[in-house]
T-cell receptor, first 114, second 116 residues
């Protein structure tokens, strides 16, 4: 049981490049979310999904795209990377309403945009 | 919108002593959950303790306990018998119980150092 996995662990991009951060879970959780962590800012929600085919925006969605075609995967796409997107990105999953409300976090991806 | 405030950017404590981390929040919701997460240097986010707002009894997990004051919108974390492995960033977080989105709102964190 791998839990929540994220790839890659580290990535360096040039301004304007695009890439996809991968998140996968094997816990059959309904809910998946993407957060970014900046120094002194705590974690902020980018996008989330309450099930396959359903996504919505969080607090800081600009510059990011998501889709959820399967229960297991929730990729985060950077369309045209900017230095302001330099951050650590965390994927999280949870079972859904009326359950434990505990969120399980992946190990994070450190992204640097130059 | 909900906000979470952690007023102590950094704290330190001697091994085996007790330390309390502060957290206040602002919400108009009546039903919600509060969490403390630990982030050690490995970067992994680890749930320490959870409190349901409808429960008056303060949550406890081994050496970790909370002081939940709903009227004051305060949710502090007490760590007893501090250990070197408790050195980490600690984040307070809020989640609405209704709505189904399970969105966490985090504070900015408190960096705790346990000294030998």
């Amino acid at each position: 049981n791998a839990g929540v996995t994220q790839t890659p662990k580290f990535q360096v991009l040039k301004t304007g490049q695009s890439m996809t951060l991968q998140c996968a879970q094997d816990m059959n959780h309904e809910y998946m979310s993407w957060y970014r962590q900046d120094p002194g800012m705590g974690l902020r929600l980018i996008h989330y999904s309450v099930g396959a085919g359903i996504t919505d925006q969080g607090e800081v969605p600009n510059g990011y795209n998501v889709s959820r075609s399967t229960t297991e995967d929730f990729p985060l796409r950077l369309l045209s990377a900017a230095p302001s997107q330099t951050s650590v990105y965390f994927c999280a999953t949870s079972q859904g309403p009326a359950k434990t409300y505990e969120q399980y976090f992946g190990p994070g991806t450190r992204l640097t945009v130059t | 919108a909900q906000t979470v405030t952690q007023s102590q950017p950094e704290m330190s404590v001697q091994e085996a002593e007790t330390v309390t981390l502060s957290c206040t929040y602002d919400t108009s919701e009546n039903n919600y959950y509060l969490f403390w997460y630990k982030q050690p240097p490995s970067r992994q986010m680890i749930l320490v303790i959870r409190q349901e707002a409808y429960k008056q009894q303060n949550a406890t997990e081994n050496r970790f306990s909370v002081n939940f004051q709903k009227a004051a919108k305060s949710f502090s974390l007490k760590i007893s018998d501090s250990q070197l492995g408790d050195t980490a960033m600690y984040f307070c977080a809020f989640m609405k119980a209704q709505g189904g989105s399970e969105k966490l709102v985090f504070g900015k964190g408190t960096k705790l150092t346990v000294n030998p």
